[in-house]
């Protein structure tokens, strides 16, 4: 018989309310475990469990790149063993960025899916018990990769967004594109002080009409522009100013404010994102990426190559 490792995290699928908003609950946790071996009992597999943040798991707000890299050992652990197959139970708020992570990090010869839910047990339009038998179903048809199983459709791990924020259909697909390749077996742990360190040099800048962010010194500057890259004239006078040509400059990835459809950041001549690499800029382009994906690789590329992330970013994204 078959193994599956099922990873319960937490989140509204094993939450409760008991009178001051739903929280994750133990009592509810075991009961969505149980349900989620029944379905993989049916198709021939055993299964194991890992109650990787306790018994209960945690919200998924809390969710940080520590949790990330526990799961990734708890994966890569699993597939040495032979356990090639892997159930993740998740809140719905950065399961998107926990699918990015592990595509990037999951041994290769993994098959991982990640569902949760939209609503809590008790709810009357529970829909939990649908999310977990679809998972169960793709997991066992699926060889390898990372996907997010979740109201009936499969989402690829770097192209997959939280788009809705109570509909049970929560998540659209941002395109397609090759398998990022995997770092999973050259990184280990890093100390509290890396993630720290990788959260300070990294900066996400979402842009809006009339904006004036307050562009600090960073490494990776994620500048989520208009529709198909766009950003003001006004911005690119304005990070000229603040990131002289001195060798310093960040890397910059330019990204769009729309989770789907073709993103061009060269398109539109003066206002493109892509324009400030004529001013010796590095610039990368998304691609069909996720802006959760951009996120994971930033830190990614932060705590293996700290000193020269380029090196990294360079393996997924286009540089413009």
């Known amino acids: 018989m078959k193994d599956v490792l099922i990873i319960s995290t937490g989140g509204t699928i094993v939450s409760l309310d008991h009178g ?21 009992r049916e198709k021939g597999y ?46 719905t708020d950065t399961m998107a960025y926990t699918a ?16 949760g839910s939209q609503r809590t047990p008790e709810a009357p339009d529970f829909d939990g018990e649908t999310n977990l038998c679809g998972a169960a179903s793709l997991l066992c048809e699926t060889d390898c990769g990372v996907y997010i199983h979740f109201d009936g459709a499969n989402y690829e791990g770097p192209f997959v967004h939280k788009e809705d924020a109570e509909a049970l ?22 100390k509290d002080g890396d993630w720290r360190r990788a959260a300070g040099e990294m900066e996400l800048v979402v842009l809006h009409p009339a904006a004036l962010p307050r562009f600090e010194p960073r490494k990776i500057i994620i500048l989520a522009g208009y529709g198909a890259g766009n950003m003001p004239q006004r911005l690119h006078r ?11 400059r960040p890397l910059v990835i330019a990204a769009s404010s729309c989770a789907r459809g073709r993103k061009n950041p060269s398109f539109y001549g003066g206002v493109g994102i892509a324009e400030l690499a004529k001013n010796k800029f590095t610039v990368f382009s998304q691609g069909s990426y996720s802006l959760e994906f951009l996120i994971a690789l930033s830190y990614l590329s932060l705590l293996i190559s ?15």
């Open 100 to 115: 990015a992570w592990l595509s990037l990090t999951a041994d290769p010869a993994a098959a991982v899916v990640l569902t």
């Open 169 to 190: 259909a929560a998540y659209t697909s941002t395109g397609r594109g090759a398998a990022p390749r995997n770092y999973g077996r050259r990184i280990s742990m890093p």
């Open 20 to 40: 001051s908003g739903a929280v994750p609950d133990a009592e509810a946790a075991l009961g969505v475990l149980r349900k989620a071996g029944e379905f993989l």
């Open 46 to 91: 055993s299964y194991s469990v890992d109650l990787i943040f306790g018994d209960a798991g945690c919200d998924s707000s809390d969710i940080s790149p520590a949790e990330w890299m526990r799961l990734t050992e708890k994966i890569n652990e699993a597939v040495s063993r032979g356990v090639t197959k892997i159930l993740v139970i998740h809140g």
């Open 238 to 248: 304005l990070m000229a100013e603040v990131f002289p040509d001195d060798g310093c």
């Open 306 to 320: 700290p000193e020269s992330p380029e090196n990294i970013l360079h393996l997924y994204l286009e540089k413009l």
